[in-house]
């Protein structure tokens, strides 16, 4: 039941941060987009893994691992191929909601990874978390091409094109293209099952349910937004231990 209404909560999110960015209900593959890519980066804010990698994430509201622009000059820092940095003795900006807080994470290089660390954006709540994914989504032009496809693959290649991830293989755009739509098309999946509609996948695991109009709150969830941002909070507390074995098993299978 976790899983299922912590799948219900991130959609309602999803769905609340795009129609107050569009001005409208969102189509079902644009919120899928949304909440697909914030399933595969943090698992909704659950993957973010304990000291030193991202000292002080937990609780972050980070839904889709967005770099904090603002502080990325003074506190980045690239340490190149290698083990990965200790970061123990590293001064970072203090963690406030609207500030930041430090990540190591690294790029693909011929040397293997190629490991930095700088500051990563701490939201003020989880549907600002999902609004500033969907913004990014929105300027790479990831959600009108969801609407307008109802396929994973121009998704991932259009975020792929706007820098929103590296993947794992060095000189191979495809290769990380193709990565990435397999991991986001599995999210959907996921999505789909676990809130008990037909995936609508056809033949093609990467493909995302039928396009239509957002109907509105799920019904096993309070309609009152307050009360929802609890419940939240609850159900995130309660999956957490699961939610973070499975993003492990994800990151070990990239």
Known sequence: MANRELELWAQWCACMALQDLLGRLPMAAEAYALQSVCRIETLYGLGWKSPPHARDMVG??????????????????????????????????????????????????????????????????????????????????????????????????????????????????????????AALGAAVRAIALALVESPGLGGDPREMPPARPWSGYPPVLPSDEAAQCRMGSMLIEEAHRTAVEERNRYVSEM
Request: proline content about 9%; overall charge positive.
């Open 60 to 181: 972050s509201n980070n839904m889709g691992a967005n770099q904090c622009r603002e502080h990325w000059k003074q506190y980045s820092h690239v340490y190149g191929p290698g083990k990965m940095p200790d970061l123990s003795n590293i001064q970072t900006p203090s963690a406030r909601p609207g500030c930041c807080a430090l990540v190591v994470d690294s790029s693909p290089s011929a040397q293997g990874p190629s490991w930095y660390s700088g500051p990563y954006k701490i939201n003020p709540d989880p549907i600002a978390a999902f609004k500033a994914v969907a913004n990014i989504m929105i300027k790479m032009g990831a959600i009108e091409i969801a609407r307008i496809t109802c396929a994973v693959e121009p998704v991932s290649r259009a975020l792929y094109r706007g820098g929103y991830y590296q993947g794992r293989h060095h000189n191979d755009p495809e290769a990380n293209i193709q990565d990435h739509a």
